[in-house]
Nanobody, 125 residues
Framework: QLHFVESGGGLVQPGGSLTLSCTPS????????IGWFRQAPGKNREGVSC????????SYSASVKGRFTISRDNAKNTAYLQMNSLKPEDTGVYYC??????????????????WGEGTPLTVSS
């Protein structure tokens, strides 16, 4: 019943930038750590980034570190993933997820309590 709605995906050229947004449906975002995960065709879902409940801590996968930035604005009840220097291998469906029990900063998909339905990103010329 509780879920997120992701938006901002689309088609972008390599080297370009895009920002994804995550808005909750039916709950207040500030009670949860927020993670972004992605799944490319034929591959398992992988953790991309996570931000703590207060926004004081964040983690990133090695493949996106230095290129992506996660943020949250609890007053607007929205979380974001800013993606720069995009590569074709970043292509996939991106999911926003929430958790309260710990594990998000370790990018553990199994720790997440609630999920969005995903927004697709295609990086191609």
């Amino acid at each position: 019943q509780l879920h997120f709605v992701e938006s901002g995906g689309g088609l972008v050229q390599p080297g370009g930038s895009l920002t994804l947004s995550c808005t909750p449906s039916g709950f207040t975002l500030d009670y949860y750590a927020i993670g972004w995960f992605r799944q490319a065709p034929g591959k398992n879902r992988e953790g991309v980034s996570c931000i703590s409940r207060t926004g004081s801590d964040a983690s990133y996968s090695a493949s996106v570190k230095g290129r992506f930035t996660i943020s949250r604005d609890n007053a607007k009840n929205t979380a974001y993933l800013q993606m720069n220097s995009l590569k074709p291998e970043d292509t996939g469906v991106y999911y926003c997820a929430a958790e309260t029990g710990g594990g998000c900063l370790a990018l553990l998909a199994s720790a997440m309590d609630y999920w969005g339905e995903g927004t697709p990103l295609t990086v191609s010329s």
